[in-house]
Each structure stands twice: as structure tokens, then as C-alpha cells.
């Protein structure tokens, strides 16, 4: 009997049982979730190292659908571009496609990130100036979450004033909360001390200041209550981020003032951007 003719063929090693799942490079998770409010709610997500942004852009997120296919909607990124991870302030729509599931997300899960973000809403697209302004209703402050965070947003003006417009009082508690940690903030607290203004008002529930900013603005009353000088083309800069009707009314008001709209290719003394589509 040779050894050999008791050998058992051994064949040629089998796949492995279990797949892999699929590596998406664009898929971060979720680090954070804060509800505010009944249709208000802020979440963080990793940071890909390699995911470059200026603050005040916006990037696609969105979750898979059942057909595998992402759904992406545009949001603002909220975090400041030194951060680790990526800050996002939302809506909860009830019958939105992605904000009904988006809501329930919770530590853990996964999102999906695209990577080019882009946006009006950055230092590039203005001239140098003396004030920067930031109008924003709703979710629109999510931009200007970033950049007043942001070192460079104090070192490029003597004063930075961010008005915020909601309904109610609940839906301001997000940007309050935030201006609040401010001071605490090891990068800029040191910076904002007398630079920063912060001018919450509400249109619908009573509180120290109501009204929609652009009768504010026309009625002299953020001017009167901040101690500042009407706004000029010469000292004045703004950006503006919320409801297409904000953003017309807004954009007509600074231009009478004299501002004209700047572009990334064409710095001007305003920019704008919508907070949605809708
Ligand atoms: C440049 C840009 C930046 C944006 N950044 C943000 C952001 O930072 N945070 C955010 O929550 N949304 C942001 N949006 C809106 C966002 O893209 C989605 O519309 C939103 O997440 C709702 O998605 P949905 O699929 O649930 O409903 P959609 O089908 O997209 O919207 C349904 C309807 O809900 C209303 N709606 C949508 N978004 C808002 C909103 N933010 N505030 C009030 N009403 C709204 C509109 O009437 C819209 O027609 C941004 C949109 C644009 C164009």
C-alpha cells in the first residue's frame, strides 16, 4: 500500500461562508443626536480625514433607501472646520422623505456623507469690511453655527452680529444654547468678548424681541437696540440664509442700503443662500 493512495484530495481553499459587507466610503456615523424640539434636531457624524470644507458650505447627507439607492438632501454643515466631527442642525418634516426616517436616527447608525460641499455662504465671496452681519430664520443659522466658530470670522471683522428669527422661543434654544458655549470655547472664547452680538427674535410667541428682521431692519429697531450705526456699503458685510421669501425680501433691503451680491468668482458686500428649497 503506498501512502499515497490513502490521501484524501485537498482541494483549493473555499470562499469564506460570510461576505463581506461592502466598504461605502461615504458612509460616517453617528457620534451625536440632540432633539430641540418637536421638529428640531441636531446630530454629529465622524469626520473623514480627508474631508476638506469652508465654513458656511453645504454638503449632501442622506440615508440608503430600500432599493439600496441613496437619498441625499443638501444641508449645511454646522461644525466649525477645526472640529473632528461634522455638526448638523435639521428639520423634522413629517411626510419629508429623508427627515421622517433622518429624525429617529441615534448613536451609531449610519449616514451617508458625499464629499465635494460647496456654498456662497464663506469669507471668499466678500470684500473686506469693518461688520459682518448673519440673517438667518429656521435652520438657516446652521451655516452661521460654523462661522462663528470660526477664528477667521473674528480676525477679518471688528464686529459680528448673528440675528436669528423663529416662530416660537423653543426654536431659538438651539443657536442660544450655542452662543452661550461660546465663551467656554478653548479656540475662540477669548476672541468674541464684545465682538459678537446675537439678536434672537420670534414672530409668533411672545418674547423680549418680535417681529420679522427685515421690519426690524426697516424700522431702524436692530440698530436702535444694538447701538450700531445703520448699515453701509463702506463698513458692512452680510450673509443670509433662510426662506426664499427672507432671502428676497433681505436681499432688496441691502441692496437699497447699497450692499451688491458677491459670488465665490465675484466678492461682493452680501451673499445668499437658501435654508431650503420650498
Ligand atoms: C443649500 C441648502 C442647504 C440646506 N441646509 C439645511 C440644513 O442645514 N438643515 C435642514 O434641516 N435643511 C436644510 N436644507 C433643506 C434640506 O435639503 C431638506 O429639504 C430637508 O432636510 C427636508 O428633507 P425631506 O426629504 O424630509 O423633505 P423635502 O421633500 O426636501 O422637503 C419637504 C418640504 O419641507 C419644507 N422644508 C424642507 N426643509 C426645510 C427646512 N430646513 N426648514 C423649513 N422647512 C423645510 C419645504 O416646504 C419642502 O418643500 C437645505 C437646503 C438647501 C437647498
Not at 460570510?18 to 441636531?42: A, I
Not at 461644525?79 to 428639520?91: G, K, N, Q, R, V
Not at 472664547?189 to 420670534?202: A, K
Not at 452680510?238 to 441691502?254: P, Q, R
Amino acid at each position: 500500500m503506498t501512502y499515497h493512495s490513502t490521501m484524501t484530495k485537498i482541494d483549493a481553499p473555499q470562499q469564506p461562508l460570510v461576505k463581506k459587507p461592502t466598504v461605502r466610503p461615504d458612509l460616517q456615523t453617528v457620534t451625536e443626536v440632540t432633539h430641540w424640539t418637536e421638529s428640531l434636531f441636531s446630530f454629529r457624524i465622524t469626520r473623514p480625514s480627508s474631508f476638506r470644507f469652508r465654513a458656511g458650505e453645504f454638503v449632501m447627507i442622506g440615508l440608503p433607501q430600500d432599493d439600496g439607492k441613496p437619498l441625499l438632501r443638501a444641508y449645511s454643515i454646522a461644525a466649525p472646520t477645526w472640529d473632528d466631527t461634522l455638526e448638523f442642525y435639521s428639520i423634522k418634516v413629517q411626510d419629508g422623505p429623508l427627515t421622517s426616517r433622518l429624525q429617529h436616527i441615534k448613536q451609531g447608525d449610519q449616514i451617508i456623507l458625499r464629499p465635494k460641499p460647496v456654498g456662497t455662504l464663506v469669507h471668499d465671496a466678500l470684500l473686506p469690511g469693518k461688520r459682518l452681519w448673519f440673517f438667518a430664520t429656521g435652520t438657516g443659522i446652521a451655516p452661521f453655527a460654523s462661522l462663528i466658530r470660526e477664528p477667521q470670522t473674528y480676525e477679518d471683522y471688528d464686529q459680528v452680529i448673528l440675528t436669528h428669527t423663529c416662530r416660537n422661543r423653543a426654536d431659538l434654544e438651539y443657536g442660544r444654547s450655542l452662543i452661550a458655549g461660546l465663551k467656554d470655547d478653548p479656540l475662540i472664547g477669548d476672541m468674541i468678548d464684545g465682538q459678537l452680538e446675537y439678536y434672537p427674535t420670534t414672530t409668533r410667541e411672545n418674547s423680549p424681541c418680535m417681529g420679522r428682521i427685515t421690519t426690524l431692519l426697516q424700522q431702524g429697531k436692530v440698530f436702535e437696540d444694538l447701538s450700531l450705526p445703520a448699515i453701509t456699503a463702506e463698513h458692512d458685510r452680510a450673509m443670509v440664509c433662510g426662506s426664499m421669501g427672507l432671502n428676497t425680501d433681505l436681499k432688496s433691503i441691502l441692496e437699497n442700503y447699497g450692499l451688491r451680491e458677491g459670488a465665490n468668482s465675484d466678492p461682493a458686500e452680501f451673499v445668499v443662500e437658501k435654508a431650503f428649497v420650498g
